[in-house]
């Protein structure tokens, strides 16, 4: 069965102080690893879309990375803005329901202090 | 491009009752899918459909019915609330099975 752990489940940082924010991962075969931006109230945003070990992508004061176990969103310079929850999701090539379901994170709530 | 809707955008229904919650994209995708996110627990898939006219269950199907006539339109039907039901709903598309998903703003449904 394919899991996804973030972590921390919460972190407060002040503005301007980088962080780092986890999701640890196992599916049978990774079609797409997505990370999503989630304010309250609100719907997932999306981000990313990293699909094999090595990719990077970046907008703005956020990196994303992959590896074969986890990813990594790499928060620069983090201003109140950037306060939300982060959610990680995995997209398995082999899984159920005809590959369409994604397996969610519970998130990780970022609170950037002005 | 509106992208997702979804309607309403909040309901308090009573155990029993019954009700339709509304989706539509204005993107022509062909997938759509409704997921449920509950506090401490990740968004889980409902149900899931991969055009006009075809629909699946996903992995927390009980209790609900979905149907899709058209390529706009997803909607997902309570057919008697119960408080176990009592959660925010999304819908999403996406034009393919390997694009990006997309999500609706959520409609938060409480059971009394």
């Known amino acids: 069965e394919d899991q996804v752990t973030q972590s921390p489940e919460a972190l407060r940082l002040q503005e301007g102080e980088s962080s780092s924010l986890n999701c640890s991962y196992t599916v049978s075969g990774l079609r797409g690893l997505f990370w999503y931006r989630q304010d309250p109230g609100k719907g997932p945003e999306f981000l990313f879309t990293?699909?094999?070990a090595g990719e990077e992508k970046e907008k703005e004061r956020l990196k994303a990375t992959l590896t074969k176990k986890e990813s990594f969103l790499h928060i620069t310079a983090p201003k109140p803005e950037d306060s939300a929850t982060y959610l990680c999701?995995?997209?398995?090539?082999?899984?159920?329901?005809?590959?369409?379901?994604?397996?969610f994170g519970t998130g990780t709530r970022l609170t950037i202090i002005p | 491009n509106a992208g997702v809707t979804q309607t309403p955008k909040f309901q308090v229904l009573k155990t029993g009752q019954s009700m339709t919650l509304q989706c539509a994209q204005d993107m022509n995708h062909e997938y759509m899918s409704w997921y449920r996110q509950d506090p401490g627990m990740g968004l889980r898939l409902i149900h899931y459909?991969?055009?006009?006219?075809?629909?699946d269950q996903g992995e927390v199907p009980n209790g609900y019915n979905v149907s899709r006539s058209t390529t706009e339109d997803f909607p997902l039907r309570l057919l008697s609330a119960a408080p176990s039901q009592t959660s925010v709903y999304f819908c999403?598309?996406?034009?393919?099975?390997?694009?990006?998903?997309?999500f609706g703003p959520g409609t938060r449904l409480t059971v009394l």
């Open positions: 999701a995995v997209q398995d090539s082999r899984g159920d329901f005809g590959n369409e379901k994604l397996t």
């Open positions: 990293l699909y094999s």
């Open positions: 999403a598309s996406r034009k393919t099975v390997s694009d990006t998903q997309y």
């Open positions: 459909s991969v055009g006009a006219g075809i629909t």
